[in-house]
């Protein structure tokens, strides 16, 4: 079984590049988590190119593909005021590492120096409010959590609260991502969304879709309902090693305009990271 990257520059070995070198490449990019319809928008661009200046070289040709990808590898830095109140409110379908995630970047921020508090605003899942509190004590955190099954949109409304008294910090919210029961789901998001609107300082409010590294196309389609839900303003891969292939970036870029945050690349706290297009870029082609 070859990797993504293998297979790439297999693709290179002794092929001309002509016709079924880039229909061979189109293959290659699907594989790689790249959408069907946008891998043969890349590979036909990028075979005008290539006439156009007369390019054969395997460096050359990457060059011109590092190009076009980077075109679609969107960058979001997020720096909250610590005089101001802000919200962000971690969204994304269960399994995807989400608490685990909220957290993560809770640490990250703390290590800035940052005021941060975690909201459990999931107060459906089982366990939820308790795995973030000990996130809490473990980062030395404070975490503001109601009673299982209480409405997520107080939580949020109290956290938001304790930031304000303490003349601003950052609140993470975890929430729900039961998407088997899409409807509620999205009246319940709609209200935090509200919420978290009304409480957070001006443009002090984003709204960040964790999705899997492993999922695939899947993750386009969750990033799509989220989206259209409450308006994304970034979103953060977990998972990102050896089974990620990476090209959701691009379609989630290209088709939703969503800019990446964060990268996470294992299961402690400190394995998160800024995205970096083109550090990324070159990883995915395997340069």
Sequence with gaps: MFSFTQKLKGLFSGNKIDEEFFDNLTDILVEGDIGAKMAFEITDTLEKICKTKKISEEDKILDELESILLQYAKPVDLNPDDSKTTIFMMLGVNGVGKTTTAAKI??????????????????????????????????????????????????????ADAARAGNGALVIADTAGRLHNKENLVRELQKIDRIAAQKADENCYKKILVIDGTTGQNAVRQAEVFNEAVGLDA?????????????????????????????????????????????????????
């Design 106 to 159: 809770a640490n990250l921020y703390k290590n800035k120096g940052k005021k941060v508090i975690m909201a459990a605003a999931d107060t459906f899942r089982a366990a939820a409010e308790e795995q973030l509190e000990m996130h809490g004590k473990n980062l030395n955190i404070r975490v503001i959590a109601h009673q299982h099954g209480s409405d997520p949109s107080a939580v949020v409304f109290d956290a």
């Design 235 to 287: 979103v953060v891969i977990t998972k990102f090693d050896s089974t990620a292939k990476g090209g959701i970036v691009f379609t989630i870029g290209k088709e939703l305009g969503i800019p990446v945050a964060f990268v996470c690349t294992g299961e402690k706290y400190e394995n998160i990271g800024s995205f970096e297009p083109e550090k990324y870029v070159k990883t995915f082609i395997g340069r």
